[in-house]
């Protein structure tokens, strides 16, 4: 069987462990790599949302132009009422302004209430500015050209308060003239972008706005946070060349998040393996227990058939020799006649025990509780087992209790109960023959315990021994017959009776076997003295 065993135990390691520790050293060992990936990927996700947000700010741009389009008719008289509508609602533009293609100087400002402005400085400023950068006049025609009309940033870094944003009017008219914007940056981001960027992050980021020249923090979706000013990530503001965005993980940083997820990979990765190999264990064990249940089952079979060979042979032989009247003295006749009712007894309590074993199985077994004398029952068994346990040449002593022991009991099953734990000391006494029975009181129990001074049980199997079919592992099963029900019975009876066996026992040195029952309370009412009936 430990072969087997050994081949399972191998085969399930091949099967089941193998596979699992292969595949988590290599989770184990790529890791380290999945983290670079995640911070990569978290990275490319921070990016993205800064895409975004410049998109969205040029899409408003292009939106607001596209109405410029609407109000612009081709000789330019622009209608007063329809501007103050469009200044009304797009209060972070303080100007629109359209210069003349074919002279910069020729500049006409429009601002809010009072339609055409006279600004002149501003116009010479936007004028100068024109003249300064003329190559952006000429890519807004290449772009126009291509079909494509773009707006673009004009600002010398100087012009603080107020931006400037050019565009072409709309391709289907003709373009003498190149519109413009004159925003203020700061309003324009807090009032346009603020809401826009406050819902892209949803709390799990902060994004931000700083200006360039002194890292002054212009907008932040966080204000009162207090890691706003880390700047993981940074993407320029297309609208506003001398600003950046800047987005960060809100609280927790990304390397934090990676170690977390490979933290907690890591605790899956070794939370799997010891479960896998909490499963082989158990498989293991199962299969092992079948195996020792399968070998129990053919011991029990090949000593219970040695175990009725022996007295079916004897009786077999004896009552031949008397039937063919070979047998003169009666004297011989007598003891003939005796050996085969001895053995015939034996027998029947074999066969008495195997069938309350398996009613036992079955959960037929009933019990039929009195209330008895333990003392009395006791007596009894020892007396009528005198003659068979004298003859084999033991001592045999009877230590009585000096009052009733009144339990609650079947008095059929203890006295099976007692027969088997004498049978077995007699079994498994060798050299020193002898028995004591004693009866008494300890704590509310009342006990019998047999004491023999035979082979003992060592302590690793003092447990088993209570096993149905169990018998300890000897050289040789057959060297003392049994069938390993005798204790299993002996269990099953304490347990219907509430008791408990005690078994103080040691290899060599003789065993104890003390069977304890409650002690029947006078007082208790609920077993009367009439015969209950319990199930088990
Ligand atoms: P059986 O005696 O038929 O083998 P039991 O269930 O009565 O089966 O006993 C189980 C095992 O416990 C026995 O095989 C024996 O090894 C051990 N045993 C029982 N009683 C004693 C005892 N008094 N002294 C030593 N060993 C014992």
Redesign the pocket.
């Known amino acids: 069987m430990k072969k087997t065993l050994t081949k399972i135990g191998i085969l399930l390691v091949v099967i089941f462990l193998l596979p699992a520790g292969f595949f988590s050293i290599y989770q184990l060992n790529s890791l380290n790599k999945n983290e670079l990936i995640i911070e990569e990927i978290y990275n490319n996700q921070l990016d993205a949302i800064l895409f975004s947000v410049n998109q969205y700010s040029a899409d408003v741009l292009n939106a607001w132009a596209a109405e410029v389009d609407l109000l612009l008719d081709a000789d330019t008289s622009l209608n007063i009422s329809q501007l103050n509508r469009f200044f009304r609602e797009k209060p972070d533009i303080r100007f629109f302004f359209l210069v003349d293609s074919a002279d910069y100087d020729k500049v006409m400002l429009f601002t809010a209430g009072s339609g055409q402005a006279r600004d002149d400085s501003l116009a010479a400023r936007i004028s100068r500015t024109f003249e300064d950068r003329r190559e952006v006049i000429k890519r807004l025609y290449q772009y126009l050209d291509n079909g494509y009309r773009k707006i673009e940033p004009l600002s010398a870094s100087s012009d603080a308060d107020l931006k400037m944003q050019i565009f072409l009017p709309g391709a289907s008219i003709d373009a003498p003239y190149v519109c413009g914007f004159l925003l203020s940056p700061e309003s324009f981001i807090q009032d346009v972008l603020g809401p826009k960027m406050q819902a892209v992050t949803q709390e799990k980021f902060v994004i931000s706005v700083f200006q360039d020249t002194n890292n002054y923090q212009v907008y932040t979706t966080a204000p009162n946070n207090a890691e706003q000013e880390r700047q993981l990530h940074q993407l320029p503001f297309w609208l506003f060349p001398d600003y950046h965005l800047s987005i960060d993980l809100n609280g927790q940083t990304i390397e934090a998040l990676a170690q977390n997820r490979i933290r907690n990979d890591t605790i899956l990765i070794i939370g799997m393996n010891v479960l896998i190999l909490l499963g082989i264990w158990f498989v293991f064990r199962n299969i092992k227990r079948e195996l020792e249940l399968a070998q129990i089952k053919s011991d029990f079979v090949s000593?219970v058939s040695h175990e009725i060979r022996t007295p079916l042979s004897l009786i077999s032989m004896f009552a031949e020799t008397l039937l063919m009247d070979r047998v003169r003295s009666e004297d011989r006749k007598k003891e003939y006649y005796k050996i085969i009712s001895q053995e015939t007894s034996r027998l029947t309590a074999m066969v008495n025990k195997i069938l309350n074993f398996s009613k036992m199985e079955a959960g037929k077994r009933t019990y039929r509780l009195q209330i008895i004398d333990l003392d009395e029952v006791v007596r009894e068994v020892v007396e009528a087992y005198e003659y068979h346990v004298t003859q084999q040449g033991f001592s045999y002593h009877f230590e009585r209790y000096e009052h009733k022991l009144l339990i609650s009991g079947d008095a059929d099953a203890i006295t099976e109960a007692l027969i088997?734990?004498l049978?077995?000391?007699v079994?498994?006494?060798q050299e020193e023959k002898s028995i004591l029975v004693r009866t008494g009181h300890t704590e509310g129990y009342h006990f019998v315990e047999?004491v023999?001074k035979?082979?003992?049980?060592s302590d690793v199997?003092q447990k088993a021994?209570?096993e149905?079919f169990?018998?300890?592992p000897?050289g040789d099963v057959h060297n003392?017959?049994?069938?390993?029900?005798?204790?299993?019975?002996?269990k099953h009876i304490m347990d219907a009776h509430r008791g408990k066996i005690e078994l103080d026992?040691s290899l060599g040195s003789?065993?104890v076997?003390r069977l304890c029952f409650p002690a029947y309370q006078h007082e208790e009412k609920a077993l009367e003295k009439d015969a209950t009936h319990i199930d088990h």
């Open positions: 000593n088997n734990l049978d077995n000391a079994k498994y006494s047999i023999d035979g082979s003992g049980i199997n021994i209570f149905k169990f018998r300890v000897q003392t017959k049994g069938t390993g029900l005798g204790l299993s019975l002996v026992s003789g065993s076997f």
